[in-house]
């Protein structure tokens, strides 16, 4: 069975999932454009949903990775996307999975035996090893690098998705009405 397929297979015991939206304000998807997304209404009338308060700085990098282990972003050394490699302004570097040296929350799911599907989170790739599948997000070199967990399931999504992407094409344009029609 492909491993695409087994992920919506039933499996015995209780399911969670977490739908993490970034830079969603909460009053736009949750009251304003409710009726434009059922898919998403319907999970929140069914499940749990509430507001998340973030880190300082509330921005993508730190905060999904303060959400996921817990820390803050003065214990992850993790500021933002772009972090001081040392004490001058031009030693940069990107935080990429690599920086984040603590557990996350699927970390501790693999110690008790239990699976994850981790699809798209900031800062995983490169990926590591995990009790389950993992998929990388943004900051993926390309399709061609190892973004997926185990191996086998990046060859199973290039075959369903050749032009597989990780995040918006060309999001930093200045041609705002463009990216609006992607």
């Known amino acids: 069975m492909s491993i695409l397929r087994s992920l919506r297979t039933r499996h015995d015991g209780q399911k969670v999932v977490v739908i993490g939206l970034d830079c969603a304000a909460p009053e736009l998807v949750f009251d304003q454009w409710r009726d434009d997304l ?3 209404s319907r999970l929140a009338q069914r499940g749990l949903w509430g507001d998340l ?3 300082i700085p509330a921005i993508t990098i730190p905060a999904w990775s303060c959400m996921l ?9 993790i ?3 772009r972090n001081r490699a040392d004490h001058s302004y031009d030693g940069m570097f ?3 999975g690599d920086h984040v040296h603590e557990k996350r929350v699927w970390d501790y799911l693999s110690g008790a035996g239990k699976r994850s599907a981790v699809i798209g989170v900031p800062q995983t790739y490169p990926v590591r090893p995990l009790k389950g599948w ?3 997000g943004f900051l993926t070199p390309n399709r061609e690098s190892h973004f997926a967990y185990p191996d086998r399931l990046r060859r199973e999504i290039l075959g369903a998705v050749p032009d597989y992407d990780f995040d918006v ?3 930093r344009t200045e041609e705002k009405e463009w990216l609006l029609q992607q």
């Open 79 to 81: 500021y933002g996307f």
């Open 38 to 40: 059922p898919n998403l």
């Open 134 to 136: 993992l998929i990388s």
């Open 94 to 96: 990107i935080a990429t």
């Open 53 to 55: 308060e973030s880190c």
């Open 169 to 171: 094409p060309q999001f």
């Open 69 to 77: 282990s817990g820390k803050e972003p003065g214990e992850l050394g």
